[in-house]
Structure formats: structure tokens, C-alpha cells
């Protein structure tokens, strides 16, 4: 039987810089891994570019557990942090217009191939296409991977959430972390496309334009997001829909009658909707509806907002009764989208729910119910934004995880084995 410190469960985002702070401190690592080529995520994330991190990182950009857990996190491993990491691997960063952070070398595969080249410097060995079959805790915890059975003091479990299947991404870290005591959040697809009800707007499919999205029951809005929207054949998507998606799965578990509104024109803020009509009215009045707005939007997304109203082509907008005003107005700032559904975990760019961070300690990532055991990355109960966020927050805790695995494993010399 192999000896080591510690083994880390998934060679992804999390589990590489995990092995990476560990076997930096001295710590003797193995990672496993079930693929035979690892980091698919890294590979595929901002169309092979891999959108590293955020130039606005802050608690309020992820969902799941409580603020004050996740800012703990990002605090001991943020943005800085990661900026100076990748530079010191060789992978650096740029800043985009956008806020986002890109490698300069604009492809994920030089984040991929600098994190296993520290790896491999700092000590760690990676082992691909070693599933792991068990975990069995214990003074020296017993892990079953890729037929060898290895004892650690520690394992850091980053073996990723649900979405992306193809990745080798399945969730297998949910069901151990369940058999060791663990409280796990129920799933859903985070950052996910949206789903509508016989494909409504279909037509549009390939449009894009900003919106605000606003998820609400009734007059309870439960969740706002603003960016660019995309129609596609069956429903919607862009960052505006992939944000809000996590709060339509899981908001209906409670409110099924929740829906989603968009608003076409958001920067009008609702305190100044009354004075943009007026004025529009005023200007426009000889216009049709769709000729009207077609000078703010796309003109089909102007033909369709007219058509949801339900008047006709050639309809001045001066000329509206009351009501048809009442009905164009809603249109364009309350139109409702009728999802039926947020596309599965195939599509999703990330898994809401998880382990509870209620039984982890976030200065060191370590269960509070099996000493000795780490968890970090999208096996927690954290989800962010889309733009770099979830990598974050896999840069922050898998760091802070290695670290408290390797400090743990000192502290625990004496129970120790030969080193590998």
C-alpha cells in the first residue's frame, strides 16, 4: 500500500492548485484523477480561453452558503493573490474591457499546461485515469483509485459538481461526502440556459441585445439580473439568463408560479419609465411601434415587442388607445418569458447546491465532522456570477484547502507513515 500525506481527489481548477499549495509546503501529494486527460473544464471555459477571474471579486457575486463563509475564503486567497499566482507560473493574465481576466496567450490550454508544470515542480504527482472507488476515514485515511490503494492523513476532495458530465464531472464527491456525515445542499444546474414554453420567440434565435431580467412570484422580485440576452431556438441564454437561471430552478421549488420578465430598453430605470414614455410619445407619435423602438433595439426585437402587444403593423404609436398603450409599454418592459424549465446539467456551466458550508471550516476547508478531510471547488455549496467567478472561487478554495491539508498533516506528524 502507498503512503503519502495527502491525496487529492480530481485534477481540475480546485484540485491542481490544492496539490500545488500543499506539496509547496512540504506536503507529499498524489492527485487522482478519473480521465485520462485532465482539465476539460479549463480547456472548454470562455470558448477555450478560459475566463481566469474577475477585476470585481466580492461575496455578493456568489450564491449558495452565507456571505461571511465565502469572503473569508476569497480573502485568504483573492484576486491579487491569484494574479500574482498565474504571473509566477507563467500563465499571465489581461484584463479585458469587459472586467474579465484572460491569459495573455488568449487559450486555457497555457493555464492548464502552467498549473500541471507547478504541480509537478512543487512535487506533486498526478495520476490520470485513476477513478476513485472509496474513501474509508480513520487516523490514515484509506482511498481505493485506479486498482492501488493509498493511505494519507489528509484528502482533499475536489472532484467538481454536476455540470458538464462530459468533462468527467458527475457529482461522485456527493454521495461519499453524504456516507461521512455530510449535509449535502440539493442541486441544480447554475448557469444554464433558459428554457421556453413552445419555444416562444423562436424567430429570434440568434439575436442578441441587453435586457433586465427579473425573476418574480407574484409582486415578490426574487431575483434581477442585467446584460446581454440571447434568443435561441428554445428558449433564451447570454449572461443575463445564465445568471438568473440558478434562482428559476431553484426558487420554484417553492414558488412554481415564479416567472421571468424581461425589461428591452434596462437602462431606463422604473422610476423613469413614466417620463421615457411621454417623451417617446411626444417624438415618435407619427411612428409605428416597431418604427419607434426600432431607433433603441434591433428592429425584429422591435416587430416583436409590437406583436406581444398584438397591434398591428401599421399601428401609430400616437394614435394608440389606453389600453393598446398599456399592453405596448408592458411589452417592452414587463414581457413575460414563460420558461418552463432551465436546461439540464449538460448544458450548465455550474452545479448550485452542495456540501454544506455549515460543516466546513472555511480558514482551512476542512470538515468539521471527519478531521482530515478537505473539500473545495463545486462540491461546496457555492456558485458565482458567470465571468470567472466559479474559477475563483476554485483558485481561493482549493488553495486554502492544500494549505490546510498540509498544516493539518504537520500537526498530525506523528501519526504519519513513510513518505512517498
Same mark, same amino acid.
Given at each position: 500500500?502507498?503512503?503519502?500525506?495527502?491525496?487529492?481527489?480530481?485534477?481540475? /481548477?480546485?484540485?491542481?492548485? /490544492?496539490?500545488?499549495?500543499?506539496?509547496? *509546503?512540504?506536503?507529499?501529494?498524489?492527485?487522482?484523477?478519473?480521465?485520462?486527460?485532465?482539465?476539460?473544464?479549463? $480547456?472548454?471555459?470562455?470558448?477555450? *480561453?478560459?475566463?481566469?477571474?474577475?477585476?470585481?471579486?466580492?461575496? &455578493?457575486?456568489?450564491?449558495?452558503?452565507?456571505?461571511?463563509?465565502?469572503?473569508?475564503?476569497?480573502?485568504?486567497?483573492?484576486?491579487?493573490?491569484?494574479?500574482?499566482?498565474?504571473?509566477?507560473?507563467?500563465?499571465?493574465?489581461?484584463?479585458?474591457?469587459?472586467?474579465?481576466?484572460?491569459?495573455?496567450?488568449?487559450?486555457?490550454?497555457?493555464? $492548464?499546461?502552467?498549473?500541471?508544470?507547478?504541480?509537478?515542480?512543487?512535487?506533486?504527482?498526478?495520476?490520470?485515469?485513476?477513478?476513485?472507488?472509496?474513501?474509508?476515514?480513520?487516523?490514515?485515511?484509506?482511498?481505493?483509485?485506479?486498482?492501488?490503494?493509498?493511505?494519507?492523513?489528509?484528502?482533499?476532495?475536489?472532484?467538481?459538481?454536476?455540470?458538464?458530465?462530459?468533462?468527467?464531472?458527475?457529482?461522485?464527491?456527493?454521495?461519499?461526502?453524504?456516507?461521512? %456525515?455530510?449535509?449535502?445542499?440539493?442541486?441544480?444546474?447554475?448557469?444554464?440556459?433558459?428554457?421556453? *414554453?413552445?419555444? /416562444?420567440?423562436?424567430?429570434?434565435?440568434?439575436?442578441?441585445?441587453?435586457? !433586465?431580467? &427579473?425573476?418574480?412570484?407574484?409582486?415578490?422580485?426574487?431575483?434581477?439580473?442585467?446584460?446581454?440576452?440571447?434568443?435561441?431556438?428554445?428558449?433564451?441564454?447570454?449572461?443575463?439568463?445564465?445568471?438568473?437561471?440558478?434562482?428559476?430552478?431553484?426558487? !420554484?421549488?417553492?414558488?412554481?408560479?415564479?416567472?421571468?420578465?424581461? =425589461?428591452?430598453?434596462?437602462?431606463?430605470?422604473?422610476?423613469?419609465?413614466?417620463?421615457?414614455? !411621454?417623451?417617446?410619445?411626444?417624438?415618435?407619435?407619427?411612428?409605428?411601434? /416597431?418604427?419607434?423602438?426600432?431607433?433603441?433595439?434591433?428592429?425584429?426585437?422591435?416587430?416583436?415587442?409590437?406583436?406581444?402587444?398584438?397591434?398591428?403593423?401599421?399601428?401609430?404609436?400616437?394614435?394608440?388607445?389606453?389600453?393598446?398603450?398599456?399592453?405596448? *409599454?408592458?411589452?417592452?418592459?414587463?414581457?413575460?418569458?414563460?420558461? =418552463? =424549465?432551465?436546461?439540464?446539467? %449538460?448544458?450548465?456551466?455550474?452545479?448550485?447546491? %452542495?456540501?454544506?458550508?455549515?460543516?466546513?471550516?472555511?480558514?482551512?476547508?476542512?470538515?468539521?465532522?471527519?478531521?482530515?478531510?478537505?473539500?473545495?471547488?463545486?462540491?461546496?455549496?457555492?456558485?458565482?456570477?458567470?465571468?470567472?467567478?466559479?474559477?475563483?472561487?476554485?483558485?481561493?478554495?482549493?488553495?486554502?484547502?492544500?494549505?490546510?491539508?498540509?498544516?493539518?498533516?504537520?500537526?498530525?506528524?506523528?501519526?504519519?507513515?513513510?513518505?512517498?
Amino acid at each position: 500500500m502507498r503512503s503519502v500525506d495527502i491525496v487529492v481527489a480530481g485534477a481540475g /481548477a480546485a484540485g491542481l492548485v /490544492a496539490g500545488i499549495a500543499a506539496a509547496e *509546503r512540504g506536503s507529499s501529494v498524489v492527485i487522482l484523477d478519473s480521465r485520462a486527460k485532465i482539465g476539460a473544464k479549463i $480547456l472548454a471555459a470562455g470558448g477555450g *480561453r478560459c475566463n481566469v477571474t474577475n477585476e470585481y471579486v466580492a461575496p &455578493s457575486c456568489f450564491n449558495g452558503g452565507p456571505e461571511r463563509f465565502t469572503g473569508r475564503v476569497l480573502r485568504a486567497f483573492g484576486l491579487d493573490a491569484t494574479l500574482r499566482f498565474f504571473e509566477s507560473i507563467g500563465a499571465p493574465l489581461t484584463l479585458e474591457e469587459s472586467g474579465k481576466y484572460f491569459p495573455a496567450s488568449n487559450t486555457g490550454r497555457t493555464v $492548464l499546461d502552467a498549473l500541471v508544470t507547478a504541480a509537478s515542480q512543487a512535487g506533486a504527482v498526478i495520476r490520470t485515469g485513476a477513478a476513485v472507488q472509496g474513501i474509508e476515514p480513520g487516523a490514515r485515511w484509506k482511498v481505493a483509485a485506479g486498482g492501488e490503494a493509498i493511505e494519507a492523513k489528509a484528502v482533499v476532495l475536489c472532484t467538481g459538481g454536476l455540470a458538464m458530465p462530459a468533462s468527467g464531472s458527475t457529482g461522485d464527491g456527493y454521495p461519499w461526502l453524504a456516507r461521512l %456525515g455530510h449535509t449535502i445542499v440539493p442541486t441544480s444546474p447554475a448557469l444554464s440556459p433558459l428554457i421556453a *414554453r413552445r419555444a /416562444a420567440h423562436a424567430e429570434l434565435s440568434g439575436l442578441t441585445m441587453p435586457a !433586465r431580467l &427579473s425573476l418574480r412570484a407574484g409582486a415578490d422580485e426574487l431575483a434581477a439580473f442585467d446584460g446581454s440576452f440571447l434568443f435561441t431556438h428554445t428558449g433564451y441564454s447570454g449572461p443575463a439568463a445564465l445568471n438568473i437561471s440558478r434562482h428559476v430552478a431553484r426558487w !420554484r421549488w417553492e414558488r412554481p408560479e415564479a416567472d421571468v420578465f424581461a =425589461s428591452f430598453l434596462p437602462d431606463v430605470a422604473a422610476p423613469d419609465e413614466d417620463a421615457f414614455w !411621454r417623451s417617446l410619445l411626444a417624438s415618435e407619435g407619427r411612428k409605428t411601434a /416597431a418604427g419607434a423602438l426600432g431607433a433603441r433595439m434591433p428592429r425584429r426585437a422591435a416587430e416583436m415587442i409590437a406583436a406581444e402587444a398584438g397591434l398591428g403593423a401599421g399601428a401609430r404609436i400616437g394614435s394608440l388607445s389606453r389600453e393598446e398603450s398599456a399592453r405596448l *409599454r408592458a411589452a417592452l418592459f414587463e414581457c413575460r418569458l414563460r420558461i =418552463s =424549465s432551465v436546461a439540464g446539467y %449538460g448544458k450548465a456551466e455550474a452545479t448550485a447546491g %452542495g456540501a454544506s458550508l455549515d460543516e466546513i471550516e472555511p480558514a482551512t476547508m476542512m470538515s468539521r465532522i471527519a478531521p482530515g478531510l478537505f473539500v473545495a471547488g463545486e462540491l461546496c455549496d457555492v456558485d458565482g456570477w458567470l465571468g470567472g467567478y466559479n474559477f475563483q472561487w476554485a483558485w481561493s478554495s482549493g488553495t486554502v484547502a492544500g494549505r490546510g491539508a498540509s498544516a493539518y498533516c504537520r500537526r498530525t506528524k506523528s501519526a504519519g507513515g513513510p513518505r512517498a
